[in-house]
């Protein structure tokens, strides 16, 4: 049994959905051009260590850094789109305002959660400045990487907010 395709939902058309748009958007461009750079790093290293024995130390950390940094970068733009995973079994026959209903409360949900996110990456990083903490190898400090998480969730919660809103409105995905 094959599934349904589903197209992700097109740029919103709300002058607050726009601006949420290029917002996300830009983030997630940001976030993509760190996976190139992150991958042309890797691959620097993987060359050096095949023919001089010389790979590029902390390479690993910089990766696990850069791949968390984008990781966030792209939420949001995920949530705008009606990205993330869904599972509708026991509402795929639901009424339409069963499922927006369902939909809006689980962007309250996002929003909620990407808001405490974002306030305890904000703790977490001024506690990682503080203590000084740095990376093994390299010995970076462990604060800068952890500084883009508390904009992205907290740019997730107010996409989060707004897809709640529009679902709530009879705007969403589900319509």
């Known amino acids: 049994m094959s599934e349904p395709v589903v197209q992700a939902a097109a740029a919103p058309a709300h002058p607050i959905g726009r601006?949420?748009?290029?917002?996300?958007?830009?983030?997630?461009?940001?976030?993509g051009l760190l996976l190139v750079a992150i991958t042309l790093m890797a691959s620097y290293s993987?060359?050096?260590?095949?023919?001089?024995?010389?790979?590029?130390?902390?390479?690993?950390?910089?990766?696990?850094m850069g791949c968390g940094i984008a990781i966030v970068a792209f939420l949001p733009l995920c949530q705008l789109r009606r990205g993330n995973v869904i599972?509708?079994?026991?509402?795929?026959?639901?009424?339409?305002?069963?499922?927006?209903?369902?939909?809006?409360?689980?962007?309250?949900?996002?929003?909620a959660a990407s808001a405490l996110i974002a306030w305890r990456s904000v703790v977490g990083t001024l506690d990682a400045y503080g203590s000084g903490e740095e990376s093994i190898i390299m010995g970076l400090p462990i604060w800068w990487s952890m500084l883009p998480?508390?904009?992205?969730?907290?740019?997730?919660?107010?996409?989060a907010l707004y897809t709640a809103w529009q679902d709530f409105s009879g705007k969403g995905a589900a319509a």
Do not use: C, K
């Open 19 to 31: 601006a949420l748009d290029m917002a996300a958007r830009l983030m997630a461009l940001i976030g």
């Open 46 to 64: 993987i060359v050096m260590r095949a023919l001089f024995d010389e790979p590029l130390l902390g390479d690993v950390e910089l990766v696990q």
């Open 149 to 159: 998480f508390a904009p992205g969730f907290a740019l997730l919660a107010i996409v």
């Open 87 to 111: 599972v509708d079994v026991f509402t795929l026959n639901a009424p339409v305002r069963v499922r927006n209903a369902l939909d809006g409360i689980g962007g309250l949900l996002m929003a």
